[in-house]
Every structure is written in C-alpha cells, then in structure tokens.
C-alpha cells in the first residue's frame, strides 16, 4: 500500500520519443509535484497541482506536460526526448488546506535517453 | 529567493557514533518549514523529520533530532548511536509558500557513510 507510487520505475529510450511516467497517491492529499533530479543529485521542482490546478510551473521547456486528471494522480508526458532529459524525476503529494506539512515523495523514475 | 546550504559534501563516521549534518539557510519569510530527507543508494526520498518556524522545541523523531538555532538561521540534523543503515544521501529542504502554492527548495546533499 504505497503512499505515493510511480511508474515505470526504469525507463530507457531514444532521443526523439515520447514518454510518459505515471503518479498516484492514496494518502488523500490535495496537492501533488513533479521533482527532477540532476545527475549531480541536485532536486528542483518543476510542477505542481493543487485539486486539479496547475499552480507552480516552474521554467521547463514546452516538451514537458502534466496532466492531472483527478486530485489522487499527476501523470507527466515528455514529447521529442534529448540527451539531457535523462534523470530521476520524483513525484510528490502533501496537503495544503489544514495542519498538515510533510511532503511525501514516491520512489521515483529513472529516465535515460540515449 | 529562499536558499539552502549544506557544506558538507561527504561525511564518514564510526558506527554507533552520533553525527550533525549540517544545514544553513536563507528566507525573508516569517512563516516557514523545514524538512530532512534521506535518499538511500536505492533512491528513494525519505522524508525523516520536520520544523516549523514557529516551532519552539527542536523536532525529534526516534534517533533523528534537528538542532534548530533560528537567529542563526541553521537547521543542523542530528542522527544519534549511527548504523550502518544510515548510510546514505541526506538532503535539507525549505518549504516556500507563495499564493497559495508550496514548493520545498533543497540543498545539494550530503553524502554519509558509516563505517564498521
């Protein structure tokens, strides 16, 4: 009964494709993200959805597009693949509205574009 | 903008022994939280502990504890008796609140190893 679950959890691709990487959460929160880590292990947000809105979008090219179809998933599609995309990006849920803070993050999908 | 600093890239420490991971940070906001992940050679983000500004006791939970000195803006964790399960990446983070969105903004990590 994993909190956060994404997948695949391993993905391997051309340059040029396009990919999807899926997010779910069951802990009923009301807002999930998107975090890429860089191969220097560095962690940043790219995106995130609070009840289906997009409320943060931070700067990432067009080729990267949420999409949020209810308040438990945020799936992220990825169009014409580059060598630089390849990465671990994170999925995360927390709840905004009331007392709650942590942040919970699935256990992430490692993307490489060759 | 909100900035984490973790200056300790690598770090090793006996077995048993207790260790601070250090973390410094920088926010013009009075409202804030922060956070200490560990992320194991597996990969995945753990979430270990958290404080908020507001919080007057250092936050603990079980061999975690994090020293938080506000006026010096650090928020160092603690880990006490180590095991060599603890060995692994471990990342400070600061939650940024802006119109009604929150993001966490993380330092670069440190690495640590527990040796036998």
């Known amino acids: 009964d994993t909190a956060v679950s994404q997948t695949p959890k391993y993905l391997v691709t051309q340059m040029g494709n396009d990919k999807s990487i899926k997010c779910e959460q069951n802990?009923?929160?009301?807002?999930m993200y998107w975090y890429k880590q860089d191969s220097k292990k560095f962690l940043k947000i790219m995106f995130s959805?609070?009840?289906?809105?997009?409320?943060i979008n931070e700067t990432v090219p067009n080729r990267f597009s949420p999409k949020s179809p209810d308040k438990a998933h945020l799936n992220l599609h990825i169009n014409s693949l580059e060598l630089g995309d390849s990465a671990v990006y994170f999925c995360?849920?927390?709840?905004?509205?009331?007392?709650?803070?942590?942040?919970?993050f699935g256990e992430g999908s490692w993307l490489t574009v060759v | 903008a909100q900035k984490i600093t973790q200056t300790q890239p690598g770090m090793f420490v006996q077995e048993k022994e207790a260790v601070t991971l250090d973390c410094t940070y920088d926010t013009s906001d009075q409202s804030y939280g922060l956070f200490w992940y560990k992320q194991p050679s597996s990969g995945e983000m753990i979430f270990l502990i958290y404080q908020g500004s507001y919080d007057e006791q250092n936050a603990t939970e079980g061999r975690y504890s994090l020293n938080f000195q506000k006026a010096r803006k650090s928020a160092n964790l603690v880990i006490s008796a180590s095991q060599l399960g603890d060995s692994a990446m471990y990342f400070c983070a600061m939650r940024e609140r802006r119109r009604g969105a929150q993001k966490l903004v993380f330092g670069q990590g440190t690495r640590l190893t527990i040796n036998p």
């Open positions: 995360a849920s927390s709840q905004i509205q009331g007392t709650g803070n942590t942040i919970y």
């Open positions: 802990l009923g929160h009301d807002t």
């Open positions: 959805y609070n009840n289906k809105e997009l409320i």
